[in-house]
């Protein structure tokens, strides 16, 4: 019912800012929370970040808050990661994923729970 192609990867130092993109198709993209998840080799996908179909609620895991924001366009049907202050340990490849299901938004940290997903894109932080 959607596609979500993802965009703004790359390779940045340490303390620097990313923005990451997730433009999705179809006509029923205010119907989804989306989120944002991601992994590195040998472990599992890892949840970062949820905002809410209206954009008014959003939910972060311990190790982005006060780092991450995100945000969506319902105009634009897209959904933003804005990355600041980056540490090697956020590299990783980073996931947008979205979920038709009506949950509360600090409860949607589990990949089970988006039913489509977007290609995914390296973000390298540098030391």
């Known amino acids: 019912q959607v596609q979500l192609v993802q965009s703004g990867g790359g390779l940045v130092q340490a303390g620097g800012s990313l923005r990451l993109s997730c433009a999705a198709s179809g006509r029923t993209f205010s119907t989804y929370s989306m989120g944002w998840f991601r992994q590195v080799p040998g472990k599992e996908r890892e949840f970062v970040a949820v905002v809410s179909r209206s954009g008014d609620s959003t939910y972060y895991t311990d190790s982005v808050k006060g780092r991450f924001t995100i945000s969506r366009d319902n105009a634009n049907n897209t959904v933003y990661l804005q990355m600041n202050n980056l540490r090697p340990e956020d590299t990783a490849v980073y996931f947008c994923?979205?979920?038709?299901?009506?949950?509360?938004?600090?409860?949607?940290?589990?990949?089970?729970?988006?039913?489509?997903w977007g290609q995914g894109t390296q973000v390298t932080v540098s030391s």
């Open positions: 994923a979205a979920s038709v299901l009506s949950r509360i938004i600090e409860t949607m940290d589990r990949q089970g729970y988006y039913q489509y």
